[in-house]
């Protein structure tokens, strides 16, 4: 299990992650969203025992992770920025993989690499961006970990590539226990492979829960009055993106939906539509800090 104990990272007076709390469960692959900046990559370099927490403690199968060698060759990190040895073949970083993992399997690797077409002999950094992203993930999948963090693990993959990665991911994954832990931007990725999700804002962690209950506090609503409305009437609904055109108004609205139906239906509506966000539209509704005019930018 990956577990992160009210982790917070400074660096200096720059607070990055503040109090982040959630769990990994093995056979479980948890997806981490938000914007640049927000703390992921910091977060997962926590978890991976690079950094040292200011306060909470990174845990990986109940022990600490900073400088530990016990959780180091049963976890593999996969950075967005990826690192070669010069001049190394696929088969050279393999053979660099097996004298440090003691489950790395090189007949794994080989047919990790044909299913992925990579050539072996060649020298891995003068493959593409995609290709390079593809044999990092064939050195992670062969190492047999118990703990795997990704860092846009997506990057650079065609779409058929990005199938079959999500994939072997889920396979894994039901096999062998491993917990997965994935930071990305692309949240269909996300909500098609992870079974939990976690948002990041503002350097804390605002949304914890499974993908199938990510939308169960969230609406978007369209309802109609007999007469024109005014959004005095939706006072004690904390609500976002609200429209409103003579007796039609439309928003989204985060929180207990029985008591938010409760206080629409005492408004006395002519019609309600009530629609479940999908996880794309959870995230806008969280990140959402201010609206902007786009009509007033090139004015």
Do not use: C, W
């Given at each position: 299990m990956i577990e992160s104990k009210n982790i917070t990272k400074r660096y200096g007076d720059f607070t990055a992650v503040e109090d982040v709390s959630f769990r990994v469960e093995p056979g479980s692959i948890y997806g981490l969203i938000g914007y640049n900046g927000a703390?992921?990559?910091?977060?997962?370099?926590?978890?991976?025992?690079?950094?040292?927490?200011?306060?909470?403690?990174?845990?990986?199968?109940?022990?600490?992770?900073?400088?530990s060698n016990k959780v180091r060759d049963r976890l593999f990190f996969v950075p967005d920025d990826l690192y070669f040895?010069?001049?190394?073949?696929?088969?050279?970083?393999?053979?660099?993989?097996?004298?440090?993992?003691?489950?790395?399997?090189?007949?794994?690797?080989e047919k990790l690499s044909s299913f992925f077409g990579l050539d072996t002999k060649k020298r891995v950094r003068a493959f593409s961006k995609g290709m390079q992203r593809q044999a990092e993930l064939v050195f992670a999948l062969a190492s047999h970990p118990k703990y795997i963090l990704l860092d846009e693990a997506f990057d650079g993959l065609d779409?058929?590539?990005?199938?079959?990665?999500?994939?072997?991911?889920?396979e894994y994954a039901a096999e062998s226990g491993c917990s997965i832990l994935i930071s990305s931007h692309n949240l269909p990725e996300i909500a098609e492979l992870c079974d939990h999700v976690g948002i990041i804002n503002g350097k804390s962690l605002i949304v914890n829960t499974s993908v199938d209950d990510v939308s169960r506090d969230y609406r978007k609503y369209r309802i109609l009055f007999n007469g024109e409305v005014d959004k005095l009437l939706f006072e004690?609904?904390?609500?976002?993106?609200?429209?409103?055109?003579?007796?039609?108004?439309?928003?989204?609205?985060?929180?207990?939906?029985?008591?938010?139906?409760?206080?629409?239906?005492?408004?006395?509506?002519v019609s309600v539509d009530e629609v479940m966000l999908s996880l794309e539209e959870v995230f806008m509704y969280e990140m959402e800090d201010k609206e902007?005019?786009?009509?007033e930018i090139f004015n």
């Open positions: 703390g992921k990559t910091t977060l997962l370099k926590t978890l991976a025992g690079i950094y040292r927490p200011e306060e909470g403690t990174a845990m990986l199968g109940g022990e600490d992770s900073f400088n040895l010069p001049g190394a073949t696929m088969r050279g970083m393999a053979k660099f993989y097996e004298g440090y993992y003691p489950r790395f399997s090189m007949k794994t690797f779409p058929a590539k990005r199938i079959s990665v999500k994939k072997l991911f889920i004690g609904i904390a609500y976002k993106q609200m429209s409103i055109e003579n007796q039609l108004a439309v928003f989204t609205a985060r929180g207990d939906i029985k008591e938010i139906n409760g206080r629409i239906a005492a408004m006395q509506p902007h005019d786009i009509s």
